[in-house]
């Protein structure tokens, strides 16, 4: 289940990238009151956390994460 959890926040910082990227809009900030409020960064830090999370899901084995997805 964190796996998941992870794998969806990593989703959502990457369209917040892509946003900014090709829009040069920020969604995170847009909606929390700017890149340096409180909120927003709170929220690119679990962001973060989760794409740390994330990096170990390239060490797992095939077997050992498909076996966490049946717990």
Known sequence: MLDRIALV???IGSLNWGSIGLFNF???AW???GAGALASRIV???VALAGVWCISLLFRSREEISAGDRQ
């Open 44 to 46: 690119y830090t679990v």
């Open 26 to 28: 920020d969604i995170v």
């Open 9 to 11: 926040l990593v989703i």
């Open 31 to 33: 909606i929390f009151g």
